[in-house]
């Protein structure tokens, strides 16, 4: 059985960082491009970064830039997302997800995903 389980969200004021992790089990993330989304009250989940198998790409959407780094360490079955700069409208339910390559995860074709870590931020 596939499992993607984050952990590392919570409260913190604006400005502040948070570090998110999803453990996977049942797949290697390996042969996997991994991704974040997000998904606020009242809206649709949205794309947040994406990495390649072997890191040597990484995509952000355009609201996190500059602020938010993905990375993975498949020895660990993981993947990480550092959240620097955080601003209350960041304030959501993060996702994990793993699909067959960058282009799927950003068009919302992944194959796996996890049930999701709360992160607030507030004002």
């Known amino acids: 059985q596939v499992q993607l389980i984050e952990s590392g969200g919570g409260l913190v004021q604006a400005g502040g960082s948070l570090r998110l992790s999803c453990a996977a089990s049942g797949l290697a993330i390996s042969t996997y491009a991994m991704g974040w989304f997000r998904q606020a009250p009242g809206k649709e989940r949205e794309f947040v970064s994406a990495i390649s198998r072997s890191a040597a790409s990484m995509d952000y959407a355009d609201s996190v830039k500059g602020r938010i780094t993905i990375s993975r360490d498949n020895g660990k079955n993981s993947v990480y997302l550092q959240m620097n700069s955080l601003k209350p409208e960041d304030t959501a339910v993060y996702y994990c997800?793993?699909?067959?390559?960058?282009?799927?995860?950003?068009?919302?074709?992944?194959?796996?995903w996890g049930q999701g870590t709360q992160v607030t931020v507030s004002s």
């Open positions: 997800a793993a699909a067959k390559g960058l282009a799927a995860i950003r068009e919302h074709r992944s194959d796996y």
